[in-house]
């Protein structure tokens, strides 16, 4: 199994970026995906999840600025993410759990500074 983000950046705030996951090694379209984030000496918290089905949830933190979505074709979860604020500062890290084991991307940054 491969998770591999990508995607983040510096933004000003008020900004939009998109995260891309590309997974392989396994049946993407039968296995829900999520988008973690952790910011410096905090730890890390679940930002959004899509079900093998399409269904979305998503932390209180990014309701209604953020957007997750995959491809099933492109075994690819995406994470639209707008109206971004300083404290949204983190690296985002995409997320599998397949036959009982956890699996993580690599990260990626996401910095919002003016």
């Known amino acids: 199994v491969q998770l591999q983000a990508s995607g983040g950046g510096l933004v000003q705030p008020g900004g939009s970026l998109r995260l891309s996951c590309a997974a392989s090694?396994?049946?993407?379209?039968?296995?829900?995906m999520k988008w973690y984030r952790q910011a410096p000496g905090k730890q890390r918290e679940l930002v959004a999840t899509i079900t093998s089905g399409g269904s979305t949830n998503y932390g209180d933190a990014v309701k209604g600025r953020f957007t997750i979505s995959r491809d099933n074709a492109r075994n690819t979860v995406y994470l639209q993410m707008n109206s971004l604020k300083p404290e949204d500062t983190a690296v985002y890290y995409c997320?599998?759990?397949?036959?009982?084991?956890?699996?993580w991307g690599q990260g990626t940054q996401v910095t919002v500074s003016s």
């Open positions: 090694g396994f049946t993407f379209s039968n296995y829900a």
């Open positions: 997320n599998a759990n397949i036959m009982l084991r956890t699996y």
